[in-house]
């Protein structure tokens, strides 16, 4: 099946004219943030992305969506449900799954939402930071029809320090909906 899923997915990039950058990270577990996330088309684009190299990174959908049939569905497509009465928060809920793992890669776009938003969460931080995990940085960007890794960027504590750098590695990406990528 995995063999099937690359196929697919790399056949996929090759119709729409896409191109691969980058590496994969050859690490257990990581949070990987994805930018520009102005659609919701975007998940097609990233599990495309994800089939075509192998990966299966986890993401957070709110507990109230695992119901049946819709549970099984989104679970196979790595959904965590999220909690938000967890006792700690969710920061603490995931960095407790990531400790339970021996390997996890969380995909989080830290905008929030596909709305223009110069405002970007700060939950993929403080996770790898309670998880005592790397932050990767990956990108779909429609401009230069490419997808891929940027590399690791490493915190250094100061959050609106680290945010307004990460920020700078998408200038001049853009989304699927023009305008509404915006990091300033």
Known sequence: MASFKKFIGKTFFKIIGWKFAGEVPDVPKYVCVLAPHTSIWDMVWGKMYNWAVGMEPKI???????????????????????????????????????????????????????????NWKSGFYRIALEANVPIYLTFSDFKSKSAGFIGEFKPSGNFDKDIQAIKEHYRGMEGLHKGKFVID
């Open 60 to 118: 957070m959908v709110k507990k109230e969506f695992f119901f049946f049939p819709m549970d099984r569905l989104i679970s196979r497509w790595g959904a965590i449900p999220i909690n938000r009465q967890y006792p700690g928060g969710i920061v603490k809920q995931i960095a407790d799954e990531f400790k339970k793992a021996d390997k996890m890669i969380l995909a989080i776009t830290p905008e929030g939402t596909r709305a223009p938003n110069p």
